[in-house]
């Protein structure tokens, strides 16, 4: 709870010394190779991670997700979860084949266990294709941004914030495929439920009013881009 309590407040370095201390103790009463073990390594792995510590991150999923296969099988959503957050870290290491691997892995997994239709599948496709965007792999992408929004949609309802979150994610693919009439709509839809979800002048509304300017730049609408910019800054400032 203590290392919980220091992650949430940032206070890394804190929290990395508890979960050391809870992994030492877990070792000597479980032994090894125990899935308590394995929960304490992706513990600390998530703190690694969120210090940029990348190569650390990487050697404790990889032992917890050795743990949870040998002991839980590969098929596990446990083993899963462990699987996609070191895909998450291969990401931001631009390693994108490896990510695109283990993200396809994870989300065979969870689609065997948990049904196609479950709205942990939609982080797991928007991940994915991300991956894709981001190597310019755009007809690979638009089909599970796609999917995504369809998943939340149906899940969560039409107008709930992870839902602006995917509107926003194919809006920008279909503004950066200079599919400017697509991609409007969905920025537009996507800042309306934002504004609803958290007021006025929320950071996610700032983002958001950014893609949008850029959308009109893009197509030389230069008097309603400033205005959207200038909101945008205010909104940061």
Known sequence: LLGYIYTKQRRYVEAESVYKRALIISE????SEHPNVAIVLTKLANIYDKQGLFDKAVQHYKRSLKIYEKALGSDHTD??????????VYFQQ???NKAEELYKRSLTI????????????AIILTSLAHIYFTQA??????????RALALREKALGPEHPDVATSLNDLAYL?????????????????????EIT?????PHIAITLNNLAELYYHQGRY???EQLYKRALAIRE
């Open 28 to 31: 000597k009463i479980h032994g």
């Open 79 to 88: 083993v899963a979860i462990v699987i996609t957050k070191l895909a998450h």
């Open 94 to 96: 631009a390693l994108y």
């Open 110 to 121: 969870f689609e065997k266990k948990l049904g196609p239709e479950h709205i942990y599948i």
């Open 137 to 146: 792999r755009y007809e690979d992408a638009e089909p599970l941004y796609k």
């Open 174 to 194: 279909y503004d950066d495929l200079l599919r400017f009439a697509e991609a409007e709509p969905l920025y537009k839809r996507s800042l309306k439920i934002f």
């Open 198 to 202: 958290y007021g006025p002048n929320h």
């Open 223 to 225: 008097a309603e881009a």
